[in-house]
């Protein structure tokens, strides 16, 4: 125990020497002072005290008052109350105010030992659990942020498999080449455009990556057909928004994209496919996605036609606001500057073939 400092406050010379002589005989180190404001000016420059023990009536500030400040101060230090006085509301008054124990005059030596070495357990107990939960919210961080990177390097690793995935869909369909990566930087401005969380948008734009996955079921003679398609051929070709859906729905990391998948067909109007949705049925990112898809398609080389200008493609989507897409994120689209569809599609065709 001599390690343990107590911090004795009375202004009776003799009690303050009879209370010292007892703690240091049983090897705490004893610091004495007179009255209540030495004490706290100790405390503020020297907080290393496992108890203090005081007086309840002093000349100047009273214990009471000084139990009070020092609780504001120094919260986890007990502080032992001492008094002649034997008024059990003098006693109550000092408990409520944070008192840790509380010793009538004249007390025992084992008294005062016992009392004491209560606070200085009492006090070694809440320092451990201290330091045991500083420690536990250190290791929880540590590993919290461990977890996140290992969300963030797997998360990684899907998108890098989607865009293997979205590469092998363009070999099939060469006609498309670079569309799946060029409707998804479109979808990605217009989303973030309209403010949508980073979350979302990523969702979003897996989606707007993934909506013609399902077209690796169909088969390659009405895939590549360079004519137009019969009507059952077309009815197959249509089958694709359900067979994507159909192939990412059990992805858990995917769910929510499937349905972008499922829904990219649909128009804003109720005249699209598979499920004839309209206005806020069609999931949000599908509404985006649309414009995207259809503007991207305008503007770019076909082998049956060549590509419309940018302001060209910009009009004939505000043409179908309302019927074809959502007129509320046409106008976000509009919004949107000329040049940063072009410099989106120097970009991606810069990724596609890049310089050797």
Same mark, same amino acid.
């Given at each position: 125990?001599?390690?343990?400092?107590?911090?004795?406050?009375? +202004?009776?010379?003799?009690?303050?020497? =009879?209370?010292?002589?007892?703690?240091? @005989?049983?090897?705490?180190?004893?610091?004495?002072?007179?009255?209540?404001?030495?004490?706290?000016?100790?405390?503020?420059?020297?907080?290393?005290?496992?108890?203090?023990?005081?007086?309840?009536?002093?000349?100047?500030? *009273?214990?009471? @008052?000084?139990?009070?400040?020092?609780?504001?101060?120094?919260?986890?230090?007990?502080?032992?109350?001492?008094?002649?006085?034997? +008024?059990?509301?003098?006693?109550?008054?000092?408990?409520?105010?944070?008192?840790? +124990?509380?010793? %009538?005059?004249?007390?025992?030596?084992?008294?005062? %030992? /016992?009392?004491?070495?209560?606070?200085?357990?009492?006090?070694?107990?809440?320092?451990?659990?201290?330091?045991?939960? @500083?420690?536990?919210?250190?290791?929880?961080?540590?590993?919290?942020?461990? %977890?996140?990177?290992?969300?963030?390097?797997?998360?990684?690793?899907?998108?890098? @498999?989607?865009?293997?995935?979205?590469?092998?869909?363009?070999?099939?369909?060469?006609?498309?080449?670079?569309?799946?990566?060029?409707?998804?930087?479109?979808? =990605?401005?217009?989303?973030?455009?309209?403010?949508?969380?980073?979350?979302?948008?990523?969702?979003?734009?897996?989606?707007?990556?993934?909506?013609?996955?399902?077209?690796?079921?169909?088969?390659?003679?009405?895939?590549?057909?360079?004519?137009?398609?019969?009507?059952?051929?077309?009815?197959?070709?249509?089958?694709?928004?359900?067979?994507?859906?159909?192939?990412?729905?059990?992805?858990?990391?995917?769910?929510?994209?499937?349905?972008?998948?499922?829904?990219?067909?649909?128009?804003? *109007?109720?005249?699209?496919?598979?499920?004839?949705?309209?206005?806020?049925?069609?999931?949000?990112?599908?509404?985006?996605? /649309?414009?995207?898809?259809?503007?991207?398609?305008?503007?770019?080389?076909?082998?049956?036609?060549?590509?419309?200008?940018?302001?060209?493609?910009?009009?004939?989507?505000?043409?179908?606001?309302?019927?074809?897409?959502?007129?509320?994120?046409?106008?976000?689209?509009?919004?949107?500057?000329?040049?940063?569809?072009?410099?989106?599609?120097?970009?991606?065709?810069?990724?596609?073939?890049?310089?050797?």
């Amino acid at each position: 125990m001599a390690d343990e400092r107590i911090l004795v406050v009375d +202004d009776e010379d003799l009690i303050r020497e =009879i209370i010292c002589s007892v703690l240091n @005989t049983a090897g705490f180190e004893c610091h004495p002072v007179n009255s209540g404001d030495e004490a706290l000016a100790i405390l503020k420059s020297d907080g290393g005290y496992a108890v203090m023990v005081s007086d309840v009536i002093m000349n100047g500030m *009273d214990g009471l @008052t000084l139990l009070s400040n020092v609780r504001k101060t120094h919260p986890d230090l007990p502080v032992v109350m001492v008094t002649a006085v034997h +008024d059990i509301s003098v006693a109550l008054a000092a408990i409520r105010n944070g008192a840790y +124990d509380y010793l %009538l005059k004249p007390f025992e030596r084992e008294q005062l %030992l /016992a009392s004491v070495r209560r606070a200085v357990e009492n006090r070694r107990l809440k320092l451990e659990n201290l330091a045991y939960q @500083t420690k536990l919210e250190s290791l929880v961080s540590a590993r919290t942020e461990m %977890l996140r990177r290992a969300l963030s390097d797997l998360e990684r690793s899907y998108d890098i @498999t989607l865009e293997a995935l979205g590469d092998a869909l363009d070999l099939k369909d060469a006609e498309t080449e670079g569309h799946s990566k060029r409707v998804t930087a479109f979808t =990605i401005a217009i989303a973030r455009a309209m403010g949508l969380p980073q979350d979302r948008v990523r969702v979003i734009a897996r989606g707007a990556f993934l909506h013609d996955v399902g077209k690796m079921a169909i088969p390659d003679a009405i895939l590549r057909k360079p004519g137009r398609l019969s009507p059952e051929e077309q009815a197959i070709m249509q089958q694709h928004a359900l067979l994507g859906y159909q192939m990412l729905r059990k992805i858990p990391f995917l769910h929510e994209a499937a349905d972008i998948v499922y829904s990219h067909q649909e128009r804003f *109007d109720g005249s699209g496919y598979p499920r004839g949705l309209k206005a806020e049925q069609i999931p949000l990112g599908a509404r985006i996605f /649309a414009i995207a898809d259809t503007f991207d398609a305008m503007t770019s080389d076909r082998p049956y036609r060549a590509a419309q200008s940018i302001s060209s493609g910009r009009r004939e989507i505000q043409r179908h606001a309302g019927q074809q897409f959502d007129p509320e994120i046409v106008a976000v689209f509009l919004s949107i500057a000329e040049n940063i569809w072009q410099q989106l599609r120097n970009e991606i065709e810069a990724q596609s073939h890049p310089k050797r």
